[in-house]
């Protein structure tokens, strides 16, 4: 997939891997429809103005299925059409299990894999009638091998690269492709915060010794949405964690 003049839906991408991945799609001269809960301060807007690029920003809670049908309509109709979709907004709300909630657990559910489903499907028809589409989920190394504190969120990312498999069978009849990318420990607001101790435990995992860059995940992203023989995988972004 040549990517210059592409649509594409990245949603949240106010900040984070989103707003890395988004900016990397307007360089390669596609078009870029930004999304978040809330709407783009002045300061945002001139910053991507000053890159001459073409773009839009549309507002939706993913955890609520009106707005997400909503934002997926809204998405098409902006250029009236859309060629690659990264589902990457989430959210986490970390805490041992005998200590988690119901709500808890439904509340990541609902933002990581409630809402990306039901983006999913609602362009997936559209992309059916155009015969062609890319889909890239930001899963996580969590969802690949679980992590202590996190059932509901490495719940959401298991059941994403679950979710990116099946789409991948699917949309593969009308050559639609799915695939993920499952970030490691992605240097963001929330690692800034970590203490000297827990940020030396997390590096002595990481066969690289550094965290990972948000530019380094969307280089993956831009991967996957160009190859054109790549489909219903996982790319693990995370300086060898797993090995």
């Known amino acids: 997939m040549d990517l210059k003049?592409?649509?594409v839906l990245v949603t949240g991408s106010t900040r984070g891997i989103g707003q890395a991945t988004a900016v990397a799609f307007l360089?390669?001269?596609?078009k870029v429809i930004f999304h978040g809960r809330?709407?783009?301060s002045s300061k945002e807007h001139q910053q991507l103005d000053a890159l001459h690029a073409d773009y839009t920003f549309l507002t939706a809670d993913l955890s609520?299925?009106?707005e997400v049908q909503q934002l997926a309509d809204d998405a098409w109709q902006a250029y009236g059409h859309v060629d690659v979709v990264v589902n990457n907004a989430g959210m986490n709300d970390d805490k041992l299990l005998i200590a988690m909630k119901q709500a808890d657990f439904d509340s990541v559910i609902n933002?990581?894999?409630r809402g990306p489903f039901l983006l999913t499907k609602a362009l997936l028809k559209k992309m059916y009638?155009?015969?062609s589409g890319c889909f890239v989920n930001i899963a996580s190394v969590v969802g690949l091998h679980g992590n202590a504190g996190q059932a509901n969120y490495a719940a959401s990312?298991?059941?994403i690269i679950g979710l990116t498999k099946t789409v991948a069978r699917e949309g593969a009849l009308r050559g639609i492709r799915c695939n993920a990318v499952a970030p490691g420990m992605i240097e963001s607001d929330m690692t800034a915060t970590l203490s000297e101790r827990n940020q030396k435990r997390i590096l002595d995992q990481i066969p690289l010794n550094r965290l990972g860059k948000t530019n380094e995940v969307a280089q993956a992203v831009l991967f996957l949405a160009q190859n054109d023989y790549m489909t219903g995988q996982t790319i693990v972004?995370?300086?060898g964690m797993t090995i």
Do not use: E
């Not at 360089?27 to 596609?30: E, K, R």
């Open 5 to 7: 003049d592409k649509v």
């Open 27 to 30: 360089q390669a001269g596609s």
């Open 237 to 239: 972004v995370d300086g």
């Open 38 to 40: 809330h709407a783009l």
């Open 64 to 66: 609520q299925p009106d």
């Open 157 to 159: 990312k298991a059941g």
């Open 129 to 131: 009638k155009q015969r």
């Open 111 to 113: 933002v990581n894999l």
